[in-house]
């Protein structure tokens, strides 16, 4: 079993930077693919961004390419998104999620993701 607990969320003026950060346990954690997806109020999660298990290749939803960077530090068990040039419009519940697979292919889909977190907010005000 694995548990993901997300931090750094909180409100944000437009233009403005955060960084969150997703704690994972277990000890396999450098064989996982990591994702981040969102969801704003009445709207479906939506996929933000992923990295495969050794931090060599990324995918970012178009919204989002060039302002956001996903990383991730196997020593520490840890995921991090850098997200700059905030927008209202990244207003949302951020999650992070794992999949229990060593590969270069990264995944979008919800379905892929075997482990979810419980969230952490982000509110960019206008």
């Known amino acids: 079993q694995v548990q993901l607990v997300e931090s750094g969320g909180g409100l944000v003026q437009a233009g403005g930077s955060l960084r969150l950060s997703c704690a994972a346990s277990?000890?396999?954690?450098?064989?996982?693919?990591m994702g981040w997806f969102r969801q704003a109020p009445g709207k479906e999660r939506e996929f933000v961004a992923a990295i495969n298990w050794s931090g060599g290749n990324t995918y970012y939803t178009g919204s989002v390419k060039g302002r956001f960077t996903i990383s991730r530090d196997n020593a520490k068990n840890m995921v991090h998104l850098q997200m700059n040039s905030l927008k209202p419009e990244d207003t949302a519940g951020y999650y992070c999620?794992?999949?229990?697979?060593?590969?270069?292919?990264?995944?979008?889909?919800?379905?892929?993701?075997?482990?979810w977190g419980q969230g952490t907010q982000v509110t960019v005000s206008s």
């Open positions: 999620a794992a999949r229990q697979e060593s590969t270069t292919l990264l995944f979008v889909k919800e379905a892929a993701y075997d482990y």
């Open positions: 277990g000890r396999t954690f450098s064989t996982y693919t």
